[in-house]
């Protein structure tokens, strides 16, 4: 089974930037498709934004415009560049690989939005 490994939460002040990281444990390819999640307290997890085989992206609203996944296939990562950050995208943070109807699942990282 993969191993997902997040990196680069932590705290931010609302409007600024911070970048996480997802080191997979073997060839992102794979897999259908890299994503990241989030949750926070008490609501139930929700997709954040995808990336595909073919790098073609898939966002939420919430995250259009200000987020940004990436992929580096020779790296086996995948990253979310999130910017314009608010209070509300305050939550865990969780990396996603999914094969057919297959989901594998990291720790997550938490994301604290707050001044």
């Known amino acids: 089974q993969v191993q997902l490994v997040e990196s680069g939460g932590g705290l931010v002040q609302p409007g600024g930037s911070l970048s996480l990281s997802c080191a997979a444990s073997?060839?992102?390819?794979?897999?259908?498709?890299m994503g990241w999640y989030r949750q926070a307290p008490g609501k139930e997890r929700e997709l954040v934004a995808t990336i595909n085989v073919g790098g073609i992206t898939n966002y939420a609203d919430f995250a259009k415009g200000r987020f940004t996944i990436s992929r580096d296939n020779a790296e086996n990562t995948v990253y979310l560049q999130m910017g314009s950050l608010k209070p509300e995208d305050t939550a865990v943070y969780y990396c996603n690989a999914r094969l057919l109807s297959k989901s594998n699942w990291g720790q997550g990282t938490q994301v604290t939005v707050s001044s």
């Open positions: 073997e060839n992102i390819f794979n897999f259908n498709a």
